[in-house]
């Protein structure tokens, strides 16, 4: 791109009332990576990968919120999460200097929280694209169904084990998790199409109680369940998981399907510190849940 185009772009892009956050980003970064080492640049698009939440929201309407959720669900340690900071402080300075925005949410984003985090440790490790894929191959075997129940509702492990069948709306596609180990897990969680037949199929299985049960028609406990159930699953797969990786993947799934950190929190029963407005909208319709679980 020659002076006179990137003068032009840069124009064109300003002008713009209401730019999203990919395109401050791009015109941020077409004048600031001439000017710094390759390395630093390789930070910089390290960093911007992992606001995929954020690429297409108007840059103005971005709150303090979207920037800490998108620190919060990304598992990146300290040093990377301080570079991540560092971006966003380099685009609102940008923005405020060309009036794309008039207030700097940057500086209240908190990575403190996470600065003993140990990259080295396994913390949560979210299935892959292809690791889900594969689960999909097995969509017709009983307790492979499980890890894609897991996977597409966002549940801990021992709220789906002990879900019973009387808080199950097949109908409306949803049910309610009645105990928890937060207050906010006390919620309504939609069951997206894809796993809906699935939950049909358990439902149907048996005269047990609970959704889902053992071979002799009673409930599972933890350490029977991951014994002589996820444990073999896994090995069969060749996958190295723990149940709760597939709590983490549905966020991550969530986010990269660019659906709002509070529906996230809503359908997970996420235990983070909501705004004001998140506290608000405490009963959203299950229809917008079950539109927003749907899109991953």
Same mark, same amino acid.
Request: hydrophobic share 35%; net charge neutral; glycine share 4%.
């Given at each position: ?69 998108? &620190?919060? *669900?990304?598992? @990146?340690?300290? +040093?990377?999460? !301080? ?5 966003? $402080?380099?685009? /609102? ?95 309504? &969680?939609? *069951?997206?199409? @894809?796993?809906? +037949?699935?939950? !049909? ?5 048996? $005269?047990?109680? /609970? ?86």
């Amino acid at each position: 791109m020659n002076t006179s185009d990137q003068l032009q772009y840069y124009r064109a892009i300003v002008s713009c009332e209401v730019p999203p956050f990919h395109e401050v980003y791009e015109q941020w970064s077409a004048i600031k990576y001439p000017t710094v080492s390759k390395s630093n640049v390789h930070g910089y698009e390290a960093s911007y990968k992992v606001c995929g939440m954020l690429y297409d929201r108007v840059f103005k309407d971005i709150r303090l919120a979207d920037l800490q959720h998108v &620190v919060d *669900i990304c598992g @990146k340690n300290y +040093p990377t999460l !301080k570079k991540l900071k560092g971006l966003f $402080n380099q685009l /609102y300075e940008y923005a405020m200097k060309n009036d794309i925005c008039n207030k700097d949410y940057s500086e209240y984003v908190d990575i403190q929280r996470y600065k003993d985090r140990n990259p080295d440790k396994r913390d949560h490790n979210k299935f892959t694209r292809d690791e889900v894929d594969r689960l999909w191959e097995f969509k017709d075997q009983s307790y492979y169904q499980i890890v894609l129940m897991l996977i597409y509702t966002g549940c801990r492990i021992s709220e789906l084990l002990a879900l019973k069948k009387e808080n199950v709306n097949l109908k409306e596609q949803y049910f309610d998790v009645i105990a928890s180990k937060t207050a906010n897990g006390i919620r309504r &969680v939609p *069951i997206a199409d @894809k796993i809906l +037949p699935m939950f !049909k199929a358990w439902y149907k299985g048996s $005269n047990c109680e /609970y959704v889902l049960y053992c071979p002799s028609g009673t409930g599972f406990d933890y350490r029977n369940y991951y014994d002589s159930y996820w444990t073999p699953v896994m090995e069969s797969l060749g996958f190295d998981h723990k149940p709760h990786d597939t709590r983490h993947t549905c966020v991550s799934m969530l986010a990269e399907a660019q659906v709002e950190p509070t529906m996230i929190k809503k359908i997970v029963g996420h235990s983070g510190a909501m705004t004001l407005t998140e506290r608000v909208y405490t009963h959203l319709d299950v229809k917008v849940l079950l539109e927003a679980i749907n899109k991953i």
